[in-house]
C-alpha cells in the first residue's frame, strides 16, 4: 500500500485525518486571499452608489418611476458586505405599516445586480415595517408585544424598526455579498411608493474590503 502524506515544506508539519476520516482546519475571519491588507468597510446606500451621494431614501417615487439607492464596487478592492442595517422610523409606527403610514403599494426591492447575472431579487415586495423586520429574520431581537423589534427615539423622539440583515445567517454567506472589485457590481433598493410619509428611512452596509 502507497502511503501518502501533506507536509508543509516550510515547518515540516504534517497533515493529520483522526478517526473519524476529519481533518482539522482553521476558518479564518476572511475569504482566503494572498493580500493581507484587509480593510474594514462601511458604506450608506445613496442615490450615486458612493459615500459622498445622498442617504435618505424618503423620496416621491413610483413603480413607473422608481428611486434607487445602492452601494457600488470599488475600482480597486472586492467588497464584501456582510450585514445591511436598515432604519424605518416614524412617531407611533408598528409593524403592519411602513413607518405610521399606510403599507407600501409597490414596496422597496432589494437587488444584487451584476453584469453576469443581471438583477437577482433578494426581496421583490419590501411593504411593511414587519417584511423588513421578516427578511432579517428578526434580528436584532428586543421589545415584546405591540413594541416588538421597536426601538424608542431613534429619530428625535419617534419610534423605529431597524432590522438587521445578515447574509451569513440568512443565505449561508459566510463572508456577504461580493461586490467585485473594477465591476458593475451593485447592491441596490429600489423604492417605489412614497417614502416622505415617514421620519427617517435609510441603510447601511457593514463587511470588508480586500
Known amino acids: 500500500m502507497l502511503?501518502?502524506?501533506?507536509i508543509d515544506p516550510a515547518n515540516k508539519h504534517q497533515l493529520s485525518i483522526d478517526e473519524d476520516g476529519t481533518?482539522?482546519?482553521?476558518?479564518?475571519?476572511?475569504?482566503?486571499?494572498d493580500d493581507t491588507n484587509v480593510l474594514p468597510f462601511s458604506q450608506s446606500f445613496t442615490d450615486t452608489g458612493i459615500s459622498t451621494g445622498d442617504d435618505d431614501m424618503q423620496v416621491v417615487a413610483s413603480l413607473a418611476s422608481p428611486s434607487e439607492f445602492?452601494?457600488?464596487?470599488?475600482?480597486?478592492?472586492d467588497i464584501f458586505i456582510k450585514t445591511v442595517s436598515i432604519e424605518i422610523s416614524d412617531a407611533s409606527a408598528t409593524l403592519n405599516k411602513f413607518g405610521n403610514i399606510t403599507a407600501l403599494t409597490n414596496g422597496v426591492e432589494f437587488l444584487h445586480s451584476t453584469?453576469?447575472?443581471?438583477?437577482?431579487?433578494?426581496?421583490?415586495?419590501?411593504k411593511s415595517?414587519?417584511?423588513?423586520?421578516?427578511?432579517?429574520?428578526?434580528?436584532?431581537?428586543?421589545g415584546d408585544g405591540a413594541g416588538a423589534f421597536r426601538a424608542g427615539n431613534v429619530s428625535g423622539t419617534s419610534e423605529g424598526y431597524i432590522p438587521v440583515i445578515d447574509f451569513s445567517l440568512v443565505f449561508g454567506m459566510p463572508?456577504?455579498?461580493?461586490?467585485?472589485?473594477?465591476?458593475?457590481?451593485?447592491?441596490?433598493?429600489k423604492v417605489q411608493d412614497d417614502t416622505t410619509g415617514v421620519d427617517s428611512f435609510t441603510a447601511i452596509g457593514y463587511g470588508i474590503q480586500i
Open 70 to 77: 445602492w452601494i457600488q464596487a470599488s475600482s480597486s478592492r
Open 23 to 33: 481533518i482539522g482546519v482553521v476558518v479564518h475571519p476572511h475569504p482566503a486571499t
Open 3 to 6: 502511503k501518502v502524506g501533506v
Open 115 to 126: 453584469n453576469d447575472n443581471g438583477e437577482i431579487t433578494i426581496n421583490g415586495s419590501l
Open 129 to 142: 415595517n414587519f417584511d423588513f423586520v421578516r427578511l432579517a429574520q428578526g434580528n436584532p431581537s428586543f
Open 175 to 189: 463572508y456577504g455579498i461580493r461586490l467585485r472589485k473594477a465591476t458593475n457590481d451593485k447592491l441596490i433598493f
